[in-house]
């Protein structure tokens, strides 16, 4: 089915934003993933910039901008913050652990939605916390299928490294151990968007002493149902009658 508009300008805009939705890109990369020629890609670029669809990093690579959530708060909570409510419930109450949903946002994390332990010790992330991509087993997920050449200077200043990265991939889950904060573990599964690209990380999180030092063995099929069933609510649905 041709995904065309018939309006170049726009559909290559759009090209240009689904390809940062994988995380930042320096304009070759963003001429690689999109196709666009150099010239191309860094005017629509420039011009996204402008309206505060897509800004830049540290290092000066193009991200998704700011304009993006408040559009989004503007219309309500989105399809992945309507559907995680029930999930995340759902997993923290087959755990026993807090749940949460991380979105990459360039070099951090946010915190989109979370249902908390109702008792005892727990990891609290509070809905809009901002965390690093450097440690942590949600920053693991966003990040191992990311493109390789972006991956070496993003794995540069992290607590994990590529090889851990590879077993993320193998096995399709991630977990850390103190990696985030002294004595917190966690486990986490990645949510794909209706392309197939990684948009989200489901998590559970609480003390090592509860989770163990291989929290993996004890959460993992239940992180990977709940980032299962909330994949499956990000898939367009059939027009009625079709």
């Known amino acids: 089915m041709d995904k065309s508009s018939g309006v170049g300008v726009l559909d290559k805009a759009v090209v240009v934003l689904s390809a940062l939705e994988a995380g930042p890109a320096t304009l070759a990369q963003l001429v690689a993933a999109t196709g666009l020629a ?14 505060r669809m897509v800004s830049r990093d540290l290092q000066g690579r193009f991200v998704l901008g700011a304009r993006h959530a408040e559009l989004a708060a503007a219309a309500g909570e989105d399809r992945l913050v309507a559907a995680a409510g029930p999930i995340l419930t759902a997993l923290r109450d087959s755990t026993g652990e807090s749940a949460q949903l991380y979105r990459r946002n360039g070099e951090h994390r946010i915190c989109i939605a979370a249902a908390e332990r109702l008792h005892g010790l727990r990891d609290t992330v509070p ?24 991956l070496s200077l993003e794995l540069q200043q992290a607590r994990f490294d590529a090889s851990t990265l590879s077993a993320v991939r193998r096995r399709g889950w991630a977990q850390s151990v103190g990696e985030r904060e002294r004595g917190v ?29 291989t929290p993996g063995r ?25």
């Open 38 to 51: 150099r010239p191309t890609a860094h005017r629509l670029a420039v011009a996204l910039e402008h309206h």
């Open 127 to 150: 809905v809009g916390a901002s965390m690093t991509m450097l440690a942590g087993s949600a920053a693991q997920v966003l990040l191992a299928w990311d493109d390789p050449e972006r």
């Open 185 to 213: 573990a966690s486990v986490s599964a990645p949510v794909r968007g209706p392309s197939g690209r990684v948009v989200a990380a489901v998590s559970v999180s609480g003390p090592m002493e509860r989770l163990s030092r």
């Open 218 to 242: 004890l959460h993992a099929p239940a992180v990977l149902g709940a980032a299962a069933v909330l994949t499956e609510a990000l898939r367009p649905t059939a027009p009625a009658g079709g």
